[in-house]
């Protein structure tokens, strides 16, 4: 997050708070934005869903898991790839190169957001 962002967020905060303008009470409110921008989420949640599919309902938490769930399947999946020979044809390695990279991206996924949520966690 840049330091424009954030100063911006804090005036944001300072004006819904409609104090008068103090040291301490700008403070309070500056504070309040770094903490949102430290324990803001790593990964958009559009794109949590792109690589899962699912719907608008669902909530991060739950995201996370299946994305987990779905590790464990592609790992598998993958897994497979390595012990069969060069694909038969050109859509057969389509498909494994898909397989691949959703693997791939999943991790990533599931690398920024633990990591973040371990960092957020040693914080407090």
């Known amino acids: 997050?840049?330091?424009r962002s954030l100063m911006r967020r804090?005036?944001?905060l300072f004006r819904q708070s409609m104090a008068r303008f103090s040291r301490p009470a700008f403070g309070a409110c500056l504070r309040r934005?770094?903490?949102e921008a430290?324990?803001?989420?790593?990964t958009p949640l559009a794109t949590i869903?792109?690589?899962m599919g699912?719907?608008?309902?669902?909530g991060r938490d739950e995201l996370?898991?299946?994305l987990t769930m779905a590790r464990t399947c592609a790992r598998a999946q993958v897994a497979r790839y390595r012990n069969a020979g060069r694909p038969s044809n050109w859509s057969a390695g389509k498909h494994r190169s898909a397989d691949?990279?959703?693997l791939a991206s999943i991790e990533m996924i599931l690398t920024r957001e633990i990591s973040a949520r371990d960092a957020a966690a040693a914080v407090f």
């Open 1 to 3: 997050m840049s330091k």
């Open 10 to 12: 804090a005036w944001h």
């Open 33 to 35: 934005a770094w903490d």
């Open 38 to 42: 430290k324990n803001a989420p790593v």
């Open 49 to 51: 869903r792109a690589v």
């Open 54 to 58: 699912c719907a608008e309902g669902i």
């Open 64 to 66: 996370i898991q299946r």
């Open 100 to 102: 691949m990279c959703r």
